[in-house]
């Protein structure tokens, strides 16, 4: 479906050259002379580049119906993750490099959005914060308090993040995973 440049609005994913865009900002534009335009800056949900373009007053922009499926993490073989459809109980194999750095923080049974367009993945959304164990640190030396520093740990999917210098191993902690950041130590 075509939609006019005056249906341009946050949230609308749209193709452009067969790509799959979402709009992340728009600002319309009506000029006191000349016909009105609209600048939309749009984001790739593959890779997460920005990109602005200018739409005028009489184009057409394709509209993406694009598919949001809630989906709970299972098990990794070779190149694929599989996860599992919470509505049908299908299995969705995913490509790791559609994951991207997200396997890092992929627990078992975790539940993630995931975003498809005719059947092709284009992204998996995990949750904003999500709890881990720590299984290997060093540790930490009498004196050390909160804001002393921080030292390397490792969590129970593997990844390596950095923690204050009072975690130690067997700590249950709270990590954001947008930015793979410690937020606190959970009891």
Known sequence: ??????????????????????VIDTEHVKPGKGSAFVRAKYRNPKNNSVQEITFRGDEKIDQAYVEERKLQYQYKTGELYHFMDLDTYEDI??????VGDKAKFLKDNLEVQGYFYKHETLNIVLPNFIEFNIKHTEPGVKGDTAKSGTKPAQIDTGANIQVPLFINVGDNIKVDTRNGQYVERVA
């Open 1 to 22: 479906m075509a939609l006019s440049i005056n249906e341009i609005k946050v949230g609308v994913t749209i193709l452009v050259n067969d790509q799959v865009y979402i």
């Open 93 to 98: 194999s995913i490509a790791e490099d559609a």
